[in-house]
């Protein structure tokens, strides 16, 4: 009897979904480095950030990370099994060599199909490469916690929501798609804040990953000294709450869909 709790419990924890799923490696291409005074509440880098949030949706997922603004790439699209892109203070039409070998990366990525999602930079990055465009937007800065409405559902989207609380930090936009593109999010003040390119390819304008603390140091910190209202409209906007759980768990469920498309 005592065996058959221990597996019972073990269920239970990690779910029968989680007992099916087969190992996967996720490539982190990262684009920026964690500033040392968020580091403490982060536990490292942004590696580490995402680690913590998608192994959470799905503990049989291990990572590689890749510095690209630091140089550093894959030497092939097939050493991870899927891909993810994360934000970066440059912007996607700057004319930097780290951004252009990675846009080229991108566009192997895609016409090999391995599953890959973008977020910010990384969905700016991902429309360019397919040919899209980005724009800084003349609606000026989406700084802080915003509520999306969910404007087509997606079979990945579960649970569903109706609408999602997420961070956002950005003055570009994406404001062409490549064709055939699918709307998922948006409002008028980013029409086309979460997309799905085809059933490998989806990228987001938020910030899964952000969290208050986050948020608030790196507005309050020397680099807002300059942008005083810029720092004031963050911090007046992060009441309620991030549906992190959520969106990782979404994030993890189109990495599994697209894997077996």
């Avoid at 930097?96 to 969905?123: E, M, R, T, Y």
């Avoid at 509520?147 to 961070?167: C, E, R, V």
């Avoid at 709450?241 to 993890?252: K, L, P, Q, S």
Wanted: hydrophobic share 40%; proline share 5%.
């Amino acid at each position: 009897m005592e065996s058959f709790f221990c597996y019972s419990v073990f269920l239970n924890s990690f779910g029968a979904e989680q007992l099916s799923n087969p190992k996967l490696t996720i490539g982190l291409l990262l684009c920026d480095t964690l500033h040392d005074y968020l580091q403490p509440d982060v536990g490292g880098d942004f590696d580490h950030l995402f680690a913590k949030h998608l192994t959470n949706a799905d503990q049989e997922l291990t990572f590689k990370a890749y510095r690209t603004h630091q140089g550093e790439l894959p030497n092939s699209p097939a050493d991870a099994d899927l891909w993810l892109i994360n934000g970066s203070p440059e912007s996607v039409y700057y004319d930097l060599p780290w951004i252009k070998n990675l846009i080229s990366f991108v566009q192997d990525i895609h016409a090999q199909q391995i599953p890959l999602v973008g977020i910010c930079f990384g969905h700016q990055i991902i429309a360019t490469a397919l040919g899209g465009k980005v724009e800084k937007s003349d609606k000026g800065w989406g700084v802080g916690l915003d509520q999306y409405p969910i404007t087509q559902q997606a079979s990945w989207m579960q649970p569903q929501l109706d609408k999602y609380g997420i961070f956002v930090f950005h003055q570009d936009q994406v404001v062409e798609l490549p064709a055939n593109t699918q709307i998922l999010s948006g409002n008028d003040f980013c029409p086309y804040f979460w997309v799905q390119y085809d059933a490998k390819t989806m990228s987001t304008q938020g910030h899964p990953e952000f969290f208050k603390g986050f948020l608030t140091g790196v507005l309050e910190s020397w680099e807002f000294d300059e942008l005083p209202e810029i720092r004031e409209q963050g911090l007046n906007n992060l009441d309620g709450e991030a549906d992190t759980e959520i969106m990782f768990r979404w994030i993890t469920k189109f990495f599994r869909e697209a894997k077996a498309a």
